[in-house]
């Protein structure tokens, strides 16, 4: 069993930056792809970004690449988000998530989830 915690959403103005972080507890953190994922009111959960157990690989959607930037450091456990140039819908619900398979955009491919921190995007 792995236990996520997200952390550092807020409100930011747009174009500015935020960083989202993850810890996880409980089985080994670096075995585990780490995704992190976004849900705006009234729209389906949607992928943001991936990372190989290693950190080596990296997969983002295409309405954040260049923008965001997911690290790990497996010596903390942690995840991490850094998200620049925000827009007004980068505003979501960020989860964090970790999964024992290949690195993926589908939730269906992660096992374990945050709870979500709230990102507000104000113009």
């Known amino acids: 069993q792995v236990q996520l915690v997200e952390s550092g959403g807020g409100l930011v103005q747009a174009g500015g930056s935020l960083r989202l972080s993850c810890v996880a507890s409980?089985?080994?953190?670096?075995?585990?792809?780490m995704g992190w994922f976004r849900q705006a009111p009234g729209k389906e959960r949607e992928f943001v970004a991936a990372?190989?157990?290693?950190?080596?690989?990296?997969y983002y959607s295409a309405s954040v690449k260049g923008r965001f930037t997911i690290s790990r450091d497996n010596a903390k456990n942690t995840t991490y988000l850094q998200m620049n140039s925000l827009k007004l819908k980068d505003a979501a619900v960020y989860y964090c998530?970790?999964?024992?398979?290949?690195?993926?955009?589908?939730?269906?491919?992660?096992?374990?989830w945050g709870q979500g921190t709230q990102v507000t995007v104000a113009s």
């Open positions: 990372l190989s157990w290693s950190g080596s690989h990296t």
């Open positions: 409980g089985r080994t953190f670096s075995r585990y792809v």
């Open positions: 998530a970790a999964g024992d398979r290949p690195i993926s955009d589908l939730p269906s491919q992660y096992d374990y």
